[in-house]
């Protein structure tokens, strides 16, 4: 059994960036696939990036490829998403999961473990 608790989330400005985190517990997660995925209210959730178990393999919505960075430190059993150039439609619930699969999988139903989700909000 995997726990996984995002933070970093909050209200910043159009432009800005932020810093989520993923902290793992319960087991280690260096033999995990870790996604970020978001869902705004009244959309479906939707895929943001996801990587490797071993690192640096790493893949990202079209929405955010170029402003987004995802990153992991096994030592820390956490994961991050970079967020910069933040614009309002990337407001939404942002969630950390991970998966079993090794390989890079962009569907959320091929997720084990989902954390309860942090807040962002991008508005002036």
């Known amino acids: 059994q995997v726990q996984l608790v995002e933070s970093g989330g909050g209200l910043v400005q159009p432009g800005g960036s932020l810093r989520l985190s993923c902290a793992a517990s319960?087991?280690?997660?260096?033999?995990?696939?870790m996604g970020w995925f978001r869902q705004a209210p009244g959309k479906e959730r939707e895929f943001v990036a996801t990587?490797?178990?071993?690192?640096?393999?790493?893949a990202y919505a079209d929405s955010v490829k170029g402003r987004f960075t995802i990153s992991r430190d096994n030592a820390k059993n956490t994961v991050y998403l970079q967020m910069n150039s933040l614009k309002p439609e990337d407001t939404a619930v942002y969630y950390c999961?991970?998966?079993?699969?090794?390989?890079?999988?962009?569907?959320?139903?091929?997720?084990?473990?989902w954390g309860q989700g942090t807040q962002v909000t991008v508005s002036s």
């Open positions: 999961a991970a998966t079993r699969i090794s390989g890079l999988t962009v569907v959320a139903g091929r997720y084990d473990y």
């Open positions: 990587i490797g178990w071993s690192g640096p393999n790493t």
């Open positions: 319960g087991r280690t997660v260096s033999s995990y696939g």
